[in-house]
Every structure is written in structure tokens, then in C-alpha cells.
């Protein structure tokens, strides 16, 4: 597990060096919510070499670059847990798709299919995004696949965390009971826990494990599926299982409790029904706080106080939109949970710091000294949807906010006397 | 004399009044609430702010905007300092009722996709009137809402417009006069949905041949009816009247000027050859819907007096979505010197409670792509010219004294995600109350996780 962390935090230091040439740049006069505290305060923050290198309430600090923010609110950049940036470009043209496996389940990865020039990247940073996990559409499986987190810096080197959690959903699926999904998810579970380091060695060794387990078999298991459950028992990786019923969420605990699972539920649009036992047992959620319709009979308790009240249980919260491509409103999602009861800061963390514990991301999603320099300056309240970012760093890179979606506005506002396609 | 009472009661509540033609609105407001609002911030839809200003609503219209104005006794006073009252939000782009919640096959009736021209369907014949989704809506201060069918076909049938007070029947949920309107789309649905059977069109030259197609079929029933209508009472005796034919009704009630048309389409190029077709046979189209390149043609529309209902950010789920820019509506607006007709819509049950956050964004938008637009302004696009396309602006839509009584009171400025809808009146009577919780629930949240408790208990 420790390892398996060292390793992450060295690949980013190595497949990430331009930062090693910037220079010493100081945020001065910021109001800086650090993602940790609940209340701000007024700072400067010195980056160096990409990272944090210094906090100061107090006396000013000296730097190459010196960018005087006058007392605007700095928050860590936001990292949005539930998303298709990379793998998906346009929602409803299957050849820009690459979020689906028909050949692999539990182990299905997306991570080579990311694509860095992506038009989602610039646009979700430009909205002050500064990275995300990526997750595949959910195959056949009621676990099935992995996702990947990845810093939305466009550059070609990828500066990825690959294959760091497992996805799953439980709920009604209009063919078959519940009750079968979840039996499905309880004997791939079983399978998995049995394996150990001896079966896996080999691919020969799996193929006869594959054999001889009667779920295997019949759920058509590859290598890299056997793989990848027994690193979701060994590194006690994050599976986020999507469900919304009550009854579910209870079920989804119990196989917790029983396999010792690093559970997330995502959706949870019923979880203030069960909230004791969220909260007892240790649960995180990704919710989409300002969903609150019955969209289906599993979702019949929606309610737009549902972030408040998790607050008020202790429940550790992220959040995600229901609409593709514009993951950056999450920012409104918590604007609309803080009009609606939840706290300022609680909202704050849910966007930034809360993803990077659940999801083991190191050095990122705070602002504190070591930490990686992912830093947005806001125009003015970051949960406010008409406020933008004004810069964003990531890395200690400033990053360009230009998208494709400004230059459009620009070529339809600026030089309207030329043809259009002679504009820039 | 109790008993008496609530027998009369149930008889006002649940039996309609007979004396209507069929499919005619039977809307009855709820009982007036009378009211002074003292020292409220207004935004007017007309495009105009007053501060510190007083709103007076009695049986049912807005009587009397100005500063301090001397309120009868008899009037409910509302003490609106610090707070904002804009005119009822208008939504009108809503599948609210023909996509309900929850989304299941066996209330999903917005979409007759059975064939490319089905201008015979009306949306109001889908509405399922216990939908959840319009209580959620009246908390996000929606008081007038258009339902539209979806876009599967070429002609999708008539929408219409309700008042947001959940009844159990339609007709008495529509808005009185208002007109019908035909919701027409373009690009990639209907080319999907039948080029996947192996059916015209398959192509976007197949959509507009289909347009076409149809109506010049819609010339010929008109023709004839013309004809027949101009005959003496004598001549027509002598003659038949032209057999009905539900589809051409519709189309001819489009070439008449009498139903709206609303049509679906986000590519520049595409809207462009939809003003050709409506030139060709002599209609007016009201509104594109969606338009996500609106900004590329906004002079063509504001020359051709033609609206743009639009979302503040949405883009990238179809490939003719794929061109957004933000400043859209802003930049529809200001086409023309100012002559634009933009409108923020939702098409979506969570948009439809945030319309004032989406206006929000594309006012945002459009300051930073350089327009001076001011708050006050960016409300029309949520209230007037909705009302607009809609064709009931001379009754909502704006507060305007002898108008109805549509009024939202805002705990913040409404341009704010902490803002929220604390009181909500349609025609004069009180909606919905935050304070005191009064608010309305349909019979499917009654019971339903509980059976002795409302589906969302607070």
C-alpha cells in the first residue's frame, strides 16, 4: 500500500520536469481557502519548482514573478471525481467514444485511451478544473472497470495516476432482480479475496484459476480481470459503486463490512434514508448535490437538502454533475447545496481536499507547503457560476485559459467585417 | 353548516364547469392573496431595475408599482426590504408532464416516433398531471411553462402552455388564450430515428424535402378550406365541407398565423435554410430551440424577428452541439443594436429550478465578451421574452400594471446561487410559501417511502 503510494508520487516527479525550469512566482494578497480549513485567510502562497514551497499570513515574500491577486479568493484547483474527460468528445458519436470494453469486465482500463488534446480539457480547466478522474462506462459486469486520474495540463507526457480505482453499480436494471447483481457482485468479491500473490504470477496459473472457479468461468474472466481483483484486495483500491436506493446502500455496507472494502457509493440519491449507517460505517459519497428528482423508483427520496444533511452526520462528500462534458459544474452543484444549508468550507473540500484523501491522491487538493502547486484565483466567489477562474496553476505552471469555445467568441465578436473564415 | 361547506368545497375543487368547448382551458386561479410588498428591489422583465420600490396585487393583477405607495388595510403586507421580486420565471422549453419523473417507459409519452410528420399529435394529450417535477419547478419560481413534444420527427405535433398550478386535468392547468404552438425540428434526431429503420430522412436534404413535403400538402387542405369557408351559407349547403385531417389542421393553423412555430435546430447553417423554407410557404417561425450556433446567424435572426431559447453552457452530447460558446445568448441579444429576442430555457428538470443561475452565467458570458448588458436586461430572457414566443406577453411576463399577478420574491439578488425563491404568486394567489412551507404536493408524493409521510419530508 505505502509502496504503491511512493510509487505514484515518483511518477509524477518524473513524467512531469517542465516545472523544474519555472521559476519562483508569489501569489501575493490572496484570500486563501486552503481546502482544509473551513474558514479563509489572507496570504501569500510561494511556488517553486512546482510546488508549495510557502505559506505566510504575515510578511510578504520575495519572488521572480509577483502577482498581486488583491485580496481575491484562492482556492486548491478543483478535481472533479466522476468524469469521461479524455475518453469521450462527443457524447452521441460512437467513434469518439472510447469509454466501453465488450471483451474485458472487472479489468477494463481506459488510461490508453486518454486523450490529452481533448477539447473537455481546456474548458473544464479554463472553469477552474485542474484535474479529474476519468471513469469507463460500467461493463457487463457489476464490477466493471477502472478508472484513472489525470492532471488536466494537456500535455502529451500524461501525468496520470493509472488504474487507481475499481467502478460497480447496484440497482434496478429493468431485466434481471437486483438481488442477482448483487449475488453476481458478492461471488466476484468471494473469487477475488481468494486470490494471492502465488495464483496471479503467472498467466498460466490465472487461466487455471479462471477454470476452476465456476463465476470465472461463467462471467468469461480475462487475465487482466483476475489482475485486477486481487490489486482491488492487496492495495485495498477505491471501488466506487454507483447505486441509489436505500435498501442498496445497506447491502453495499454489508459487502464492506464482509470483504473489508474500500467502499465509495456514488449517487446515493436515498442516503439521507440510511444515514446513520453511512456515517457509522465510514462511507464517502459522490453525490450530484443539486439533483433533486425522483428521476427513477430507486431515487424516490431526492432531496435538495441531502449535502446539509450529510454534513450534519459527518459524512465524508464529493460531488458530480448528471450532464456530460461540463463536469466544472460541480462549482454550481455546491453553490446550490451552500443556498440550500450546506457550510462554505464543507462545500470547499468536497470539490478539492475530500477527493484527494478518498481517491489516495498525493500532494494535491490543498493548499499547504509540499504540496503540488494546483492553485486557482478567482474572480470572485468560486461557488458563484458567473464568476470565473482568473489564472490557474497546475504544477506551478500558470496554464493558458484559452478553449476552443473563446475562440469562437472571439471570431464572432472581433473583425466582423471579414468573412468569417478569414477572421482568426 | 360545516357539512355544507366542505361539500361545496369539493364540488369547486373536483368538478369542472361543463359550459367549455373541448379541450379548452378550465384554469381557475387559487384564492386571490391581496398584497402590498413594501420597499422591495425589482427587476421588471421589461428590461428595467426599481429600488426600494412597492408592488400592489388585488384579484388577481398587478395594480400598482411605485415608492411608497398608501396600501389598504385589507392588503396582506409583505415586508420585501432587501429582498427581489421579478415577474414569474417562464420556461419554454419544458417536457415537464410528457417526460415526467420518474423516467419510465410507462409515462415517457413525449415523442411520437412512429413517423417523421405527426403535426396530428398534441403534447397536452401526454401530460401526466401528478408529474413531481412541477412543484420542484414552482420552487424555482416558475410560474408559466411550454411543453413542447420531442424532437424524433420532422413535426412533432402541438405544445402547449400551462400555469404551474398542478391540477388533475390539463385543461385546467392550461393558460388561458394562450396559443398553440407546432414543434418542428432539425439535424441529426430525426435523421437518426428513421435513417436507422431504412426510412426518410436519412439525410439532413431529406429533412428539409420532408418540411417541404408537408407543406405543400398543408397548402392544398388550406386552399380548400379557404375555398370553403368563402362560400355563402347557401353555396356551402350545396357543397362539403373539406374532411377533417388532424395533421393538416395543425399545418394549416401554422400557415393561418394561428399556432407558433418552435423549432429545434442548433446548426447556423441549417436555421438559415429554415428561414427559406418558412419564406417559401409564407410562416413565421417564433423561435429556434437549442441553437447552439445561434451566434454565428444572430443578425439573420433578429432581422427575420426570429427568437433564440437557449442554455447558458450545455454543448458536446451531439455532434451538431459541438460549437458553444457561452456568450450565445448574449451575443443573440445584442444583435442588431439591441434588437435580438434571446431567451434562457431549460429542456431539463433540474434547469427548469435554476433558470435565474442560468441567466446568470450567460449574462456573465456576455460582459466578458465585451457587451454592456445589465441585469435588469438579462431577466427578459427569462420572463418577457419567453412570454414572447409563448404569445401571452400582453398577460405575463412582465410586471406591468393590469397585468396578471405572476411575481416571485427573491431572498437575494436572483443573478445569485444563494439566491431563493421565497414566495411565489400566480395570478394574485400565493403558490408557494418557504416561510411557512405551504407549497403544493401530487398524489404521487404522498405516501410513497413512508405511507404516513409526503415523499420529501424536511
Known sequence: MIKYKILIALSFILFNSSYLEAERIVIKNATIYDGIDDSSYNGHILIENGLIKKLSKSSAIQGDIVIDVEGKIVTPGLIAPDTEIGIVEIGALSVTRDDESNIYDVGFSIHSAFNPNSTLIPWNRSNGITSAITLPRNTSSPIGGLGSFFLLDSKMNINSNADMVLIGRLGASGSSSRAETLSLMDDILSFGSSLNKKDIGSDLTIDELIESSSIASYLDLKTRDVKTLFRLFDENLPLIIKSHRASDILNLISLKKKYDLNLIIMGAQEASLVIDDIAKNDVPLIINPINNIPNSFDELASNIKLAQRLEKAGITMMFNVSRDHNYHLIRQGAGVAVANGLSYGSAIKALTSNVAKVFNIENRGSIQVGNYADIVVWEDDPLEPSSMPERVFINGVETDLTTRSTRLRDRYTKDLDKPNTYRN | ?458
Not at chain 2, 220 to 238: H, V
Not at chain 2, 377 to 399: C, D, E, H, V
Open chain 2, 1 to 458: 353548516m360545516k357539512k355544507i361547506y366542505i361539500l361545496i368545497s369539493i364540488i369547486s375543487f373536483n368538478i369542472e364547469a361543463t359550459n367549455f368547448e373541448p379541450y379548452e382551458s378550465t384554469y381557475k386561479p387559487l384564492p386571490y392573496s391581496n398584497t402590498i410588498f413594501k420597499n422591495a428591489n425589482i427587476y421588471d422583465g421589461d428590461g428595467n431595475e426599481f429600488l426600494e420600490t412597492d408592488i400592489i396585487i388585488q384579484n388577481g393583477k398587478i395594480i400598482a408599482i411605485g415608492k411608497d405607495l398608501p396600501g389598504a388595510n385589507t392588503l396582506t403586507r409583505v415586508d420585501a426590504t432587501g429582498k427581489w421580486i421579478t415577474p414569474g420565471i417562464i420556461d419554454i422549453h419544458s417536457h415537464m408532464g410528457v417526460y415526467p419523473a420518474p423516467s419510465v417507459k410507462t409515462s415517457s409519452d413525449g415523442n411520437e416516433a412512429t413517423s417523421p410528420v405527426t403535426a396530428e399529435v398534441w403534447a397536452e394529450h401526454s401530460i401526466w398531471t401528478q408529474d413531481p417535477q412541477f412543484a420542484l419547478a414552482l420552487k424555482g419560481g416558475v410560474t408559466t411553462f411550454h411543453v413542447l413534444p420531442g424532437s424524433a420527427n420532422l413535426i412533432g405535433g402541438r405544445g402547449v402552455t400551462a400555469k404551474n398550478l398542478q391540477r388533475n386535468t390539463i385543461n385546467s392547468m392550461k393558460f388561458p388564450d394562450a396559443p398553440h404552438s407546432l414543434k418542428m425540428a432539425c439535424g441529426e434526431n430525426p435523421k437518426r430515428v428513421y435513417g436507422n429503420r431504412g426510412q426518410t430522412p436519412s439525410t439532413r436534404m431529406g429533412n428539409i424535402a420532408g418540411y417541404r413535403k408537408s407543406w405543400i400538402k398543408a397548402e392544398g387542405y388550406l386552399s380548400k378550406l379557404d375555398e370553403y369557408e368563402a362560400k355563402s351559407d347557401e353555396a356551402k349547403e350545396l357543397s362539403y365541407k373539406p374532411t377533417r385531417d388532424l395533421e393538416l389542421e395543425t399545418l394549416a393553423g401554422v400557415l393561418r398565423g394561428d399556432i407558433l412555430v418552435h423549432n429545434h435546430c442548433y446548426r447556423a447553417d441549417e436555421m438559415a435554410m429554415m428561414i427559406d423554407v418558412a419564406k417559401e410557404f409564407d410562416y413565421k417561425i417564433t423561435a429556434f430551440h437549442h441553437a447552439v450556433e445561434a451566434y454565428k446567424i444572430a443578425d439573420l435572426l433578429a432581422e427575420n424577428n426570429i427568437c433564440a431559447a437557449l442554455w447558458a453552457d450545455w454543448w458536446g452530447f451531439k455532434h451538431e452541439a459541438y460549437d458553444m460558446v457561452q456568450a450565445n445568448v448574449a451575443i443573440v441579444d445584442q444583435a442588431r443594436n439591441g434588437t435580438g429576442c434571446a431567451i434562457v430555457h431549460s429542456d431539463d428538470e433540474i434547469g427548469i429550478q435554476h433558470l435565474n443561475v442560468e441567466a446568470s452565467k450567460a449574462l456573465s458570458a456576455g460582459i466578458k465578451a465585451g457587451f454592456n448588458i445589465s441585469k435588469a436586461r438579462a431577466m427578459k430572457w427569462i420572463t418577457s421574452n419567453p412570454a414572447k414566443a409563448a404569445g401571452i406577453y400582453k398577460q405575463t411576463g412582465s410586471l406591468k400594471v393590469g397585468k396578471n399577478a405572476d411575481v416571485v420574491v427573491w431572498s437575494k439578488n436572483p443573478f445569485s446561487i444563494y439566491a431563493l425563491a421565497e414566495k411565489v404568486y400566480i395570478d394574485g394567489a400565493l403558490a408557494f410559501d418557504k416561510a411557512t412551507g405551504f407549497e403544493p404536493n401530487s398524489d404521487f408524493d404522498i405516501g410513497i417511502i413512508n405511507p404516513s409521510k409526503k415523499r420529501i419530508e424536511e
